[in-house]
């Protein structure tokens, strides 16, 4: 039973490390092309040289990388374009999408909200890979993280979210929610080393 009084009774019980697990990065390939991009841009990077070590390690043992990004409101756009687009010497993100450009074998959903789950495949795409546990890093710590979060866990899946690689142009808002995500989600918070 949680702190909530809410019990994770269904279809996903926590297995530990027998749970298959998934790496879902979230709108790390970005522009960073807004107001408060350029305060957030060294937390960013920061946050994607972690994941991309973790990233690394994870897929040497074979766990699935999924990168679930906005589509900025390009209803035209795909992923590899997008990626291409965040590349170029002129973007502020060009950083982020060095350091994590997707492999031949990563998987990627756009989604149009917040949420990686609102509007998107990325539950069937789960159930179909028998994933249970989430890890999952990314942008903004108070935003699109923990709206992916929120979703995640009322699907009942364990989750880790790895305080070094996810990112907020605010500090203190991002060890808010990092509190909020142990506390209330349940979420291991543990850096990634």
């Known amino acids: 039973m949680s702190a909530t009084g809410c019990g994770r009774a269904g279809r996903r019980a926590p297995r ?9 990065l979230v709108d790390f390939i970005n522009a960073l092309d807004f107001e408060s991009g350029e305060r957030l841009r060294p937390a960013a990077e920061a946050a994607a040289r972690h994941t991309a ?5 994870l897929k ?11 589509n900025f409101g390009r209803w035209q756009s795909n992923f590899p374009e997008l990626v291409q687009s965040c ?8 950083e982020l999408a060095h350091l994590l ?6 998987l990627s959903v756009l989604k149009p909200r917040h949420s990686a789950f609102y509007g998107t495949p990325l539950e069937f795409l789960l159930d179909e890979l028998e994933i249970e546990r989430l890890v999952i890093v990314g942008l903004v710590t108070e935003m699109c993280v923990l709206f992916t979060a929120h979703d995640a866990y009322v699907r009942q899946y364990e989750l880790w979210v790895p305080e070094d690689c996810v990112a907020s142009s605010d500090p203190a808002v991002h060890a808010r929610t990092l509190e909020h995500l142990s506390g209330v989600l349940e979420a291991d918070t543990r850096a990634s080393a």
Do not use: M, T, V
Request: net charge positive; aromatic share 2%; proline share 5%.
């Open 16 to 24: 530990g490390e027998s749970a298959r697990s998934a790496l879902l």
């Open 53 to 57: 070590e973790l990233k690394r390690k």
């Open 60 to 70: 040497a043992q074979k766990i699935p990388a999924i990168y679930a990004n906005d």
């Open 87 to 94: 590349r170029a010497n002129d973007c502020r993100g060009r």
């Open 101 to 106: 450009a997707p492999e031949h074998d990563d």
